[in-house]
């Protein structure tokens, strides 16, 4: 099947939320904002299968896919179409996420693509709702401009907290144990990736 490889999420097509809600019930969820193919969520649910992993993305046929294999492999993932930054707040109810994880957030990093960032604001707010008080949100991208997108978004924003201190990058890598497939990529060929920890006040 061939896949889009970017779509524009500010298409009237995305405004109306279409996607299939998650299972939520009594198990902790953790969250992939752009999932893809959801690697991190499958290595995830594999390490620790009590909990449920959900994937957002925008891209409609990776989500049959995903949503494929995961029934397939009878794993906790399951994967939601939307356009995350309109969405995220209809799609869980107020502070029901245990984590959330944005990892390689682009490809919009060019400055005329700059309104097609996922990293804004409104996705802040979505954010701010949905996960619980002390719960994580991990930011990890090898675009400079992304990370400080998300520096500019989230360090002045009160409703989280930069773990590391003000304006810094989270120095102890990765500490969940499994890879994105950007992230795999991105450390197999050198590249530095760029991480900041945040906490829900
Ligand atoms: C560069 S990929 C990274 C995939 C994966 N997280 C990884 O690290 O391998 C970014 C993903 O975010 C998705 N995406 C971009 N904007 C989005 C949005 N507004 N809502 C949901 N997904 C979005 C893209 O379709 C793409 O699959």
Same mark, same amino acid.
């Given at each position: 099947m061939r896949i889009r490889?970017?779509?524009?999420?500010?298409?009237?097509?995305?405004?109306r939320f279409r996607g299939d809600r998650p299972p939520l019930d009594h198990r902790l969820v953790e969250v992939e904002i752009g999932?893809?193919?959801?690697q991190f969520l499958f290595e995830r649910a594999a390490a620790d299968p009590t909990r449920l992993y959900v994937g957002l993305e925008i891209r409609e046929d990776l989500t049959r896919i995903v949503n494929r294999r995961a029934r397939a492999l009878a794993a906790p993932v399951h994967a939601v179409f939307c356009q995350a930054q309109l969405h995220i707040s209809e799609i869980f109810p107020a502070g029901s996420i245990e984590r959330v994880y944005l990892n390689?957030? =682009? *490809?919009?990093?060019k400055r005329r693509h700059?309104?097609?960032?996922?990293?804004d604001d409104a996705l802040a707010s979505g954010i701010a709702h949905a996960v619980r008080a002390g719960g994580d949100v991990f930011v990890q991208t090898d675009v400079w401009e992304i990370a400080l997108d998300a520096m500019a978004t989230? =360090? *002045?924003?009160?409703?989280?907290?930069?773990v590391a201190g003000?304006?810094?990058?989270?120095?102890?890598?990765?500490?969940?144990g499994v890879r994105s497939w950007r992230e795999q990529n991105a450390e197999e060929t050198g590249l530095t990736v760029w991480r900041i920890m945040y906490r829900r006040r």
């Amino acid at each position: 099947m061939r896949i889009r490889q970017h779509v524009n999420p500010n298409q009237a097509h995305f405004a109306r939320f279409r996607g299939d809600r998650p299972p939520l019930d009594h198990r902790l969820v953790e969250v992939e904002i752009g999932c893809a193919e959801a690697q991190f969520l499958f290595e995830r649910a594999a390490a620790d299968p009590t909990r449920l992993y959900v994937g957002l993305e925008i891209r409609e046929d990776l989500t049959r896919i995903v949503n494929r294999r995961a029934r397939a492999l009878a794993a906790p993932v399951h994967a939601v179409f939307c356009q995350a930054q309109l969405h995220i707040s209809e799609i869980f109810p107020a502070g029901s996420i245990e984590r959330v994880y944005l990892n390689f957030p =682009d *490809p919009w990093f060019k400055r005329r693509h700059h309104e097609r960032r996922m990293i804004d604001d409104a996705l802040a707010s979505g954010i701010a709702h949905a996960v619980r008080a002390g719960g994580d949100v991990f930011v990890q991208t090898d675009v400079w401009e992304i990370a400080l997108d998300a520096m500019a978004t989230f =360090d *002045p924003d009160e409703r989280f907290e930069n773990v590391a201190g003000e304006w810094t990058f989270w120095k102890h890598g990765n500490p969940y144990g499994v890879r994105s497939w950007r992230e795999q990529n991105a450390e197999e060929t050198g590249l530095t990736v760029w991480r900041i920890m945040y906490r829900r006040r």
